[in-house]
């Protein structure tokens, strides 16, 4: 075996742990895309959406039609909960939560057919990254597993319960990586929750913060009942700190919200939004909001379309929802016909993208901090720390961090290099 293809599905944790995989690949195999024939076929999958698992099912296919004599690999959510289904039947190896530390010594021992590992540990699985492939920024894991056990979601039982990595071993990583990239992002599965026995989230970042090579620090995704008054003083006075966060809501209607097994009220969420722009008026807000959950009539549905106008999102990633087998709200009555989530689902586009466009128009004669990304046709682009893509006229460096100001917001959002 020569080659091998990398197929990676779902979350930033699944991007950071493939990542770990092929870095230690690389050391005796040699990458090609995941359309040519390869000796190894390894995909990530992913089950939070049901378009996920069809994905997830779809590569497994491709894999074993490119070379029905490749050595097939499947690692991950779906894999753990959902390993000894058909549609893994013809996978050699199955690598669920942990031991991602094993796949390559056990790809090289070629250990054929239901070779199966499926245990999820109590403890945190270091899978410590050298390099990164970005030229950009790097994902660092720090945290796996949930308590929480929304009535949605499958996630409580494809990773199991908190752990958190140790702290020293975090900022020995980071200072690697910062090496590489000068922006890092902090993920997990329930980041905000982050704690090892001695040091919280805000500790975390406080040293963080100290590594001087580092420019940019974001985190992927934080629940809006972990951001306390220390992170956001931090946020506020501390330039590395990226101006963004990414706060599920999940729904903003208190009757869904319940029956969803969140830990707030819509009031709450409104209102810590509120303070948090009180102290960083600028920051980008960011959302997660699932449409069509059993029970959501017109009257809830219009509810939280009425709050994501006062709430006033940078951007929502939005989901119809995806009923999943095992959770609580697979139980429920109620459940909607698939038209109308996907109707609730364009609604809720069509509205955000005036929202969208209105929060960066706020920024048009502001300077912003630049971290560039690709060059194309003479220009480049990239994110500002506010999470804003901008396009700027020049083929800067790669990876750079460039002070810009933002002057047009249209199609693109468009700004010219402070010199």
């Not at 992170?231 to 963004?244: D, G, Q, S, T, W």
């Not at 009539?297 to 939005?318: A, Q």
């Not at 955000?352 to 971290?371: E, S």
Request: glycine share 4%; aromatic share 10%.
């Amino acid at each position: 075996m020569n080659t091998y293809a990398m197929m990676i599905l779902g979350c930033k944790v699944n991007d950071y742990e493939a990542t770990y995989v092929r870095e230690n690949m690389n050391r005796y195999f040699t990458e090609v895309p995941f359309k040519q024939k390869a000796d190894i076929y390894l995909i990530f999958t992913c089950c939070v959406t049901n378009t996920a698992e069809a994905k997830t099912r779809k590569f497994l296919h491709a894999a074993r039609r490119n070379n029905p004599d490749a050595f097939v690999v499947a690692v991950g959510c779906l894999s753990q909960i959902k390993g000894d289904s058909e549609a893994f039947s013809d996978v050699d190896l199955i690598i669920g939560s942990d031991d991602k530390d094993k796949i390559v010594d056990l790809i090289r021992s070629q250990t054929k057919k239901n070779n199966v590992h499926r245990q999820i540990s109590n403890s945190f699985e270091d899978l410590y990254i050298e390099s990164y492939p970005s030229k950009s920024r790097s994902f660092l894991k720090i945290q796996d597993g949930c308590n929480q056990f929304c009535s949605y979601c499958v996630i409580p039982f494809s990773r199991g319960r908190e752990r958190s990595a140790d702290h020293n071993r975090i900022i020995e990583e980071a200072k690697a990586l910062s090496k590489i990239n000068k922006e890092i992002v902090l993920t997990g599965i329930h980041t905000g929750r982050y704690h090892d026995s001695q040091y919280d989230l805000y500790m975390l970042l406080n040293e963080l913060v100290k590594i001087d090579e580092l420019d940019t620090i974001r985190l992927s995704s934080i629940e809006v009942t972990e951001i306390n008054d220390n992170i956001i003083e931090l946020m506020k006075n501390n330039p590395k700190l990226a101006h963004h966060l990414h706060i599920p809501v999940q729904s903003c209607d208190n009757k869904i919200l319940k029956l969803m097994n969140r830990p707030y009220t819509i009031e709450d969420y409104i209102s810590r939004i509120e303070y948090i722009r009180k102290q960083i008026p600028m920051i980008s807000i960011s959302t997660d909001l699932i449409v069509g959950f059993p029970n959501e009539d017109d009257e809830s549905f219009n509810t939280t379309l009425e709050n994501i106008r006062k709430i006033g999102f940078s951007f929502i990633h939005v989901f119809p929802y995806s009923r999943k087998s095992g959770t609580a709200a697979d139980k429920m009555e109620g459940h909607l016909d698939a038209k109308i989530k996907k109707e609730r689902v364009r609604q809720v586009i069509d509205m955000q993208k005036q929202i969208t466009a209105d929060f960066y128009k706020t920024f048009i004669n502001k300077n912003v901090k630049v971290l560039i990304e690709t060059n194309k046709d003479g220009y480049s682009y990239g994110y500002c720390k506010e999470y804003i893509y901008i396009k700027i006229p020049g083929n800067h460096e790669v990876g750079k961090l460039v002070d810009v100001k933002i002057d047009s917001v249209g199609e693109e959002v468009t700004g010219s290099v402070i010199i």
